[in-house]
Structures are given as structure tokens and as C-alpha cells.
């Protein structure tokens, strides 16, 4: 272990933050960096003292060095004489070990690099870490891959290195259709999915960052769901299955409209998976009519159940009307009109002796 430091200038000045990090040998040779504690902005005599934790003073050559640890029972080497702690290995014991079962997750891609960085492997850790204990990733690479059993997957620190996490996310975008195929066919097999009924919806999530200067950038300003119009946003479609599998996503440009996204959703559905009677289910402000009339007319016809408008709704009641035994025949005779009616009867008593209480004329207490 050791301290290192990284700079920061602010307001014109320089500023150094340091961490105690410890190297870590991965497969291949390479060297991984690990941080063990953040220790901020620190001064000379806390940095001496922060040194003298974790390093021995060699007095012959005047400079710091790192302590070795060797196995107890063993004649230590000469040229750690003074530098030297022993352990018990006997002694040691594992307690709750446990075994990595045989990963279905998308083996073929992404492929590793030339420097032999195992994407694959790093993508079936950012999975599991999102399904057992969501987190950052940053909380990833710094505290939750030393506390489960993700190494045994067969790598080692560099599986979780800082920059690699990220990067890995970037690959995915390319590989999109690939990896939706591959986990419809997974669902299927594993728990007997089915995909006749689809729901789709549309969301949105917002940055407080100044608007881009881009056009190709999809953070636009829009309609927020979130009450956030001085933000910009990205929308997202999802469609899911009932049992919550997802079928298809998209990011949209965050000034896209909800019913202006259907009719592609559509398109893209079939030619990915192929013509079938599916029964879409969504919002009544995500389709319009033009594109309801499409999928009447479509071959096989597309099915949907989607709300009414008011103004249409209106419309059908009106239709249903005049229908003997309707729905809204009964529940406008029976129902709505006479609740509606004894409810006026009802407040009227309790209206006059407020107003009475208001002007006065009433007595001193509370109204009722």
C-alpha cells in the first residue's frame, strides 16, 4: 500500500486529494491500482503520519518500503530481514464459501480486446451487481466486489477496474439486437415466457446540465414528468412483457412526442421477432387514431386495449344510450342522477349554517 495523490485546481489554485491504494498483480502481469481509503486534503505532518502507518523506513537507503508478508513455520529471505511479517496459514479458515454456477448470460459477445480485458466477464458482474445490490459502479470497483464471491469467476481485481465498468457500458449500444434476442430465447426456455400481450409505456429522466450545443445529442427540453421543464431530459420506451420481461427500449430525444412513437415501435417489433397476434396494451395518449386504424387494417390485424378519451367516451355513451339494457343506460337512471341528487339534498343544511356562522347571525361556536 501507498499514497497517491490526485490534483484538482479551483479557483486558480492547485489542490491535492490523496488515497491510500494498493496494488493488485491481475492475470497477464498487469497491475491494478485499488483505493483503500480516501484520505482528502491533507497536510505535511498528517501525510508523515498517514507514511509511517503503512511503510517501513529502510535507515541504510534513506526511503520508505513496504512491509512482506510470509508464511509462518518459514525461514524468512535475507533481503526482507526487518521488513517482514509472518502468518498462520493453518489457522486460517473459509467460512461460507460459495460456488458460481454456470453463467447463461450472452456468451459469444462481446468479444475481449487485444489486451485481453474480458468483456464478457466484466458484463456478468455489472449484471449480478444490478440484480443482488444495485449500486453505482464506482461502489462496485471500490467496495462490493471485495465482499462477494464475483472473483470466482475465474478473474481477478482487473475485472472490476474503474474505467473498464465504463467502457463496457458503451459496447453494449452495438450489440443491442443480438442481446434482446438472445434473452427472449433464454426467458422462453428458463421460465416459459410468453410475449402475446405487450405492454408499452414511455418515461423520462432529466439532467440539471446547461442544453447541448450538439443536434446529434438527444437531451432536449420537453414535456417532464418529473415537473422539471427548466431541465433537460432523454425519453425512454420500454415494452415488457406481464410478467415484466423486456422486449424492446429505445432512448428518444427528450422533446419527442408520446403519440408520435408508436408506429415505429411497431415496425421494429415485427421485424424483429416476426409477425404474430399479439394484444398491445397502453396508455390512450400514446396512440392516435390514424395509427389504431392501421393496426385494424393490418394483416393479421394488431390487437390493442387502450383507454378512451373523454370526447370519445362521450361519444360511445351516447351510442350506448338508446341501447335497452346498456351499461350506461342503467348507471344514468339508477345510479349516477339519484346519488348525485340525495348528495345536493344532504350538503344543503350544512351550507346555510356556515353561511349563517359567517354573517354573524349564528351562534359563537365553531361552525359544524
Known sequence: MFLRFARRKKNGKEHRYW???????????????????????????????????????????????????????????????????QVRLDAMELHRPRQWGACWLWAPRPPDSRERTSWRHILQTLVCYRLIDPGSEWRLHRLWFEQSAMGDLGEDYSLVEKNALYRCLDKLPAHKAALLDHLRARWQDLFCAKFEVLLYDLTSTYFESDPPDSDADKRRHGYSRDKRSDCVQVVIALIVTPEGFPLAYEVLPGNTADNATLRGFLQQIEMQYGEAQRIWVMDRGIPTEEVLREMRQADPPISYL???????????????????????????????????????????????????????????????
Open 19 to 85: 488515497s491510500i491504494v494498493e496494488n493488485r498483480r491481475s492475470a497477464g502481469g498487469r497491475v491494478v491500482q485499488r483505493p483503500v481509503l480516501y484520505l482528502g486534503e491533507i497536510n505535511d505532518s498528517q501525510h508523515a503520519a498517514w507514511s509511517r502507518v503503512i511503510e517501513a523506513f529502510d535507515q541504510e537507503r534513506q526511503q520508505p518500503r513496504q512491509l512482506a508478508l510470509f508464511p509462518a513455520g518459514r525461514d524468512v529471505p535475507d533481503h526482507a530481514a526487518g521488513y517482514w511479517m
Open 306 to 368: 387502450v383507454g378512451t378519451p373523454k370526447g370519445g367516451s362521450r361519444k360511445w355513451k351516447r351510442r350506448c344510450s338508446h341501447v335497452p339494457g346498456s351499461c350506461c343506460r342503467k348507471r344514468r337512471s339508477s345510479t349516477c342522477w339519484p346519488a348525485a341528487a340525495r348528495a345536493s339534498t344532504r350538503s344543503a343544511p350544512c351550507r346555510r349554517r356556515k353561511l349563517k356562522w359567517c354573517c354573524g347571525r349564528g351562534s359563537k361556536s365553531s361552525p359544524p
